[in-house]
């Protein structure tokens, strides 16, 4: 079956602009995690979705948000960009949520000039 | 507050030789405790997870919650096991994940 998949896998943005970046669950998966990896702080979490309601959060500025659809596909938004938003950004799909049976797309790499 | 340390940034070993790879975490319940692995220009996929208590590619890692340790461990190093792994836990087992920043495994032939 097909993977996770995310789009754009590459993205450049000025500061003060906003991104939104889409993540295509594995079929039939209905929890979406969105997480940002950085060579300062690692990867963190940023939001799980789960049939449509955002389940978890995790300690981000309001700046992050995200929303998923009826079809589990899920998109986050950066408002304002800043500098230090510049990161991989993984999402990682699951059928419930279930740590140990998550599964990473590949990333988009978000680079803020 | 939650916390995974993983005090190696860099492990250098030759091949055949064992590897242990360290994690120690910080959590007041009972967390479930994961190694992630990632692979160059891979994605990052689990590797292993403490409850299965399972071998996977000759690694184990064993939860000593005394030490509030899940160090993983391989006999004899091969060149593909060169990666960048990350511990990870969670409270129990549900997202979100905790991660630790990494240690790069470089095999040396």
């Known amino acids: 079956k097909a993977g996770v998949t995310q789009t754009p896998r590459y993205l450049i943005k000025t500061r003060g602009q906003q991104v939104t970046l889409s993540c295509s669950p594995i079929?039939?998966?209905?929890?979406v995690s969105w997480y940002q990896q950085t060579p300062g702080q690692g990867l963190q979490f940023l939001f799980e979705?789960?049939?449509?309601?955002?389940?978890n959060k995790g300690n981000f500025p309001g700046r992050f948000s995200g929303r998923q659809f009826s079809n589990s596909r899920s998109e986050m938004n950066v408002s304002t960009l800043e500098l230090g938003d510049s990161a991989l950004y993984l999402c990682a799909s699951s059928l419930s949520g279930r740590a140990g049976e998550q599964y990473f797309g590949p990333g988009t790499r978000l680079t803020v000039t | 507050a939650q916390r995974v340390t993983q005090p190696e940034k860099l492990l250098s070993v030759f091949k055949g030789a064992p590897v242990e790879l360290k994690c120690n975490y910080s959590y007041s319940g009972s967390p479930e405790l994961f190694w992630y692995v990632q692979y160059s220009r891979q994605r990052l996929q689990l590797l292993l997870r403490h409850i299965s208590r399972e071998s996977i590619k000759g690694f184990t890692a064993d939860l000593n919650k005394g030490e509030t340790s899940f160090h993983l461990k391989k006999p004899f190093a091969q060149e593909e096991d060169s990666a960048m792994y990350y511990c990870a836990l969670s409270h129990s087992g549900n997202t979100p994940l905790v991660f630790g920043k990494g240690t790069r495994l470089s095999v040396i032939a």
């Open positions: 979705y789960f049939s449509e309601t955002q389940r």
């Open positions: 079929s039939g998966h209905r929890s």
